[in-house]
Antibody, heavy 119, light 108 residues
Framework: EVQLVESGGGLVQPGGSLRLSCAAS????????MHWVRQTPGKGLVWVSR????????TYADSVKGRFTISRDNAKNTLYLQMNSLRADDTAVYYC????????????WGQGTLVTVSS | EIVLTQSPGTLSLSPGERATLSCRAS???????LAWYQQKPGQAPRLLIF???SRATGIPDRFSGSGSGTDFILTISRLEPEDFAVYYC?????????FGQGTKLEIK
């Protein structure tokens, strides 16, 4: 069974840092591209970042570029999102999602981890 | 970036009725790389449609997608009680891979 489990969320002050993790199981993690998507409570989905299967290529939304870094450890079946210089508008539930090959969309999602940026 | 505009914002229908949800892009979506997701309260999104018209694994055939270029439609032929949720479109042909703002499908 495919499982994605996020962790690392919590309360952080503006300007602070946090690292999210997404532990993958039930599939061959190393061959899938992975994405992070966030959702402000009560609002819509916002794409954040994606990484290719071997970690050599990454892409970011303009709103997080230069502050967030996506990475992965295929030996540990884990996806990461390092978030620096956090702002109040980064407050959201962060989901990791598996990207199905050949342009077939995000077929599995984790349950999300809440990040709250507040003083 | 490609802006996706979904309409209507809220759709009120009864079980058994047909639902038609629209997603319009600010520029052409490359290779029809358009997906639809369903999200229920407290749950993660669920992939329904990819490539504008292909159903994801396990999705009932009452869900169908159509369209190309800048105009896309999600149709639910006969609404079941479990279909009342929020629906999002996403384009993934051009980075950033933007989402629409969502359509809430509610019970009338």
């Amino acid at each position: 069974e495919v499982q994605l489990v996020e962790s690392g969320g919590g309360l952080v002050q503006p300007g602070g840092s946090l690292r999210l993790s997404c532990a993958a199981s039930g599939f061959t993690f190393s061959i899938y591209w992975m994405h992070w998507v966030r959702q402000t409570p009560g609002k819509g989905l916002v794409w954040v970042s994606r990484i290719n299967s071997d970690g050599s290529s990454t892409t970011y939304a303009d709103s997080v570029k230069g502050r967030f870094t996506i990475s992965r450890d295929n030996a540990k079946n884990t996806l990461y999102l390092q978030m620096n210089s956090l702002r109040a508008d980064d407050t959201a539930v962060y989901y990791c999602a598996r990207w199905s090959p050949r342009g077939r969309g995000a077929d599995y999602w984790g349950q999300g981890t809440l990040v709250t940026v507040s003083s | 970036e490609i802006v996706l505009t979904q309409s209507p914002g809220t759709l009120s229908l009864s079980p058994g009725e047909r639902a038609t949800l629209s997603c319009r892009a600010s520029q052409s979506v490359s290779s029809s790389y358009l997906a639809w997701y369903q999200q229920k309260p407290g749950q993660a999104p669920r992939l329904l449609i990819f490539g504008a018209s292909s159903r994801a694994t396990g999705i009932p055939d009452r869900f169908s997608g159509s369209g190309s270029g800048t105009d896309f439609i999600l149709t639910i032929s006969r609404l079941e009680p479990e279909d009342f949720a929020v629906y999002y479109c996403q384009q993934y042909g051009t980075s950033p891979y933007t989402f629409g703002q969502g359509t809430k499908l509610e019970i009338k």
